[in-house]
């Protein structure tokens, strides 16, 4: 399904050529070498014997202006290159270490990526197209929760889609021990504290800690039916946060296996649907509870 719309990706689609129009411009004052040993230690292009230098400079300036619209495109279509000993490279953005000593990428590198960009758009404009024919109903994971999708972006547009339901599941809880201060405490035992209900005849010995509250009535069910209704909604809601944490988390984070776009989707939306939950909950502390000691309550 397309993340974004069709009228988004024909902007970037124009940004992408009218970036290789002014690649190209400035690459006819330069020298192509490509990559010669040692490799990684040498420019890629050298500018031409004769070359008047303040053409190649306007024209140098040219590509600059166009690459910071272009670049994007690299973002949303995942065409970036993954360069040994350094990680993963967009050619578009970087195409200014060409010139550069210990230059990682070469030309065709630029052309490549600007190429499989404006390709990759193509057909995700021809799906937005479709999207918006059909009778179904538009669903991007950019509208996810912004806590979630913050955490999955980064992933997602290169479809990495494990590493970004992984990003996210960890993000949501990372978000609220550092706004509950919580470092003492992880994993789903975060939940659990986090979400259960006060005890009124707490032990002495017993800490208290902070905590995320359903607002209203402790006792106020989702539904009401003959058998008294569901489990009440602050108990639901943190079975459905524990829920996560074993069937998403953890998977997550513990296995290489990949998941699919769809199987993605379910499981970010899931993360939404709670991140949106929390949001509405009010938060109690304990009065002794000091944040300058690590979240552990005072004596």
């Known amino acids: 399904m397309p993340t974004y719309g069709a009228d988004y990706l024909r902007r970037l689609d124009a940004a992408v050529a009218e970036f290789q ?9 330069q020298v192509e070498i490509g990559f010669q040993p040692p490799y990684g230690l040498r420019p890629t292009v050298r500018i031409n014997d004769g070359q008047d230098r303040v053409e190649e400079r306007r024209l140098a300036l040219d590509v600059a202006e166009a690459a910071g619209n272009a670049a994007r495109a690299v973002q949303v ?3 970036s290159i993954r360069v040994e000993g350094f990680g993963v490279l967009d050619p578009i953005a970087n195409w200014s270490m060409l010139p550069a000593p210990k230059a990682l990428i070469e030309p065709q590198d630029v052309r490549v990526a600007a190429a ?3 390709g990759w758009l193509r ?3 021809a799906d937005a197209e479709a999207m ?3 009778d179904l109903p538009a669903f991007a994971p950019s509208s996810f929760h912004p806590l979630v999708w913050g955490a999955a972006a980064p992933y997602w547009t290169t479809r990495k889609y494990r590493a970004s339901v992984r990003e996210a599941a960890e993000g949501l809880p990372e978000h609220w021990r550092k706004k509950l201060h919580r470092s003492d405490v992880n994993g789903v035992e975060f939940w659990q504290q986090t979400l259960s209900p006060p005890k009124t005849q707490r032990p002495k010995d017993v800490p208290d800690w902070p905590r995320l509250v359903w607002p209203g009535e402790p006792n106020d069910k989702t539904v009401k039916s003959m058998r008294n209704g569901l489990l009440p909604l602050a108990a639901s809601l943190k079975g459905l946060a524990e829920g996560l944490n074993s069937t998403v988390r953890n998977p997550t984070s513990h296995s290489s296996d990949e998941l699919s776009e769809q199987e993605a989707m379910e499981r970010l939306a899931a993360y939404s649907f709670l991140a949106r939950l929390l949001d509405q909950c009010d938060i109690q502390r304990p009065p002794k509870f000091d944040t300058e000691l690590g979240a552990r309550p005072r004596p």
């Open 21 to 29: 129009t002014a690649f190209n411009a400035w690459m006819t004052t």
């Open 116 to 118: 499989s960009a404006r």
């Open 132 to 134: 918006k024919d059909s």
């Open 77 to 79: 279509t995942g065409t």
């Open 123 to 125: 057909a995700m404009i």
